[in-house]
């Protein structure tokens, strides 16, 4: 039996280790302040709620505990895990993610400042794959702010129909177009407090373009990477200002906007919303959730999205 969670838990996981090399099951009396043994598992597959920080290693990485009644069944174990090891577990994760996705990038397709902070406003409720066919011919057609501040919003609305919520958008753009060309002289500005007063533009789009146009690090709390950061045991906040709070306190800064796309590729391709394949994902060792998707590796790795 591979005991993963050693790499994590050294001293708990030596302990159980020897205990079950010479017993051939786990203690089940076996109770410490860092280590408690508990009857079976929750709900989440695998993911306990519970006051203070702490990591669920989920039942099918461990061995079975034999029980008094002579049945064998997995016993997990609730870890409290430490400042210090969470920082040094998420930063691990970070690592190997950077591994796994050497070319994690901005999907979306641009040139300019400009170009992505439009392409990033109309990737709203649509995939990147479909705004990146939308922008060759708006980009064309609207090269720079004074042509956005000056669009006919019917003509604007024909191009960027197939993104949906074509009428919001186009609005938003114009009102860009506007904003820029007024306070900013037409250029894209550099500072997250300027670029979040801009429509349609929060502070999810202003990190995209922060970190992609300029090289300023930012976190980019979009749903997979608030889905992941929770399934990995980073927060448990939901509200994307305390995610990117609290998750830019354990991933030191200039690893903001590479980690920030390593968790979107991931979430695009791995761990999905409904049923993540966690048989193929290559940081499960480090992840509390392991087990809320498709453990089996052949059957998980079918489900592994390549493009």
Known sequence: MSFEVERTFPACARLHRRRFERTGTRDSSHKSASCAQLGSPPVLGGLQEFRGRGVWVGPSRLPNVTTSGGTSSPAPLLHAESRLALVRRARRTNRELAQ????????LDFTTPLELLVATVLSAQTTDKRVNMTTPELFSRYPDAAAYAAADREDLEDILRPTGFFRAKAQALIGIGQALVERYDGQVPRRLDDLVTLPGVGRKTANVVLGDAFGVPGLTVDTHFGRLVRRLGWTTEEDPVKVETEVGELIEKREWTMLSHRLIFHGRRVCFARKPAC??????HLCPSFGIGETDPAV????????
């Open 100 to 107: 796994t996705y050497p070319d994690a990038r901005c999907e």
């Open 279 to 284: 048989g193929a994902c290559t940081v499960s």
């Open 300 to 307: 998980a790795a079918t489900l592994v999205k390549t493009d």
